[in-house]
């Protein structure tokens, strides 16, 4: 027979769940946006600062090293920060998903008890 207790009690479980889930996902991406939004700035400021010591430079040569400095530090600077918000999206996932875990392995030791119990009885 259906127990309304035991389901109302799983749907609760199940509701706070998804909720832990939920906070910590808007939290995830929050982060990451700040990141994302802090990496824009720094990166427009390092392009204006590049560009206003390109204007006092008098030679080719200059303008061909602060260049070439200016391409492989904005390079750098942009896998290392690739880097990290991937590492942030892994963290998100990891986070999100946490909440899950104890229902699902409850729900998969329940699916294997039952099987097993299915092929005791298939047997007899």
């Known amino acids: 027979m259906f127990?309304?207790?035991?389901?109302?009690?799983?749907?609760?479980?199940?509701?706070?769940?998804?909720?832990r889930s939920y906070a910590s996902m808007a939290k995830g991406f929050?982060?990451?946006?700040?990141?994302?939004a802090d990496y824009s700035k720094r990166s427009f400021e390092e392009g204006v600062a590049h560009i206003e010591r390109l204007q006092g430079v008098r030679?080719?040569?200059?303008?061909v090293e602060l260049q070439t400095h200016y391409v492989k530090s904005a390079y750098e600077g942009y896998i290392a920060e690739a880097s990290k918000l991937g590492e942030m999206y892994a963290d998100l996932a990891r986070d999100t998903y946490r909440p899950y875990e104890a229902p699902v392995a409850k729900a998969a030791?329940?699916?294997?008890?039952?099987?097993?119990?299915?092929?005791?009885v298939a047997a007899a």
């Open 30 to 36: 929050q982060a990451i946006a700040m990141e994302a």
């Open 59 to 63: 030679s080719l040569e200059t303008v």
């Open 3 to 19: 127990a309304f207790d035991e389901a109302n009690k799983r749907s609760k479980e199940t509701m706070e769940a998804v909720m």
């Open 109 to 120: 030791a329940n699916m294997k008890a039952a099987a097993a119990q299915a092929t005791t």
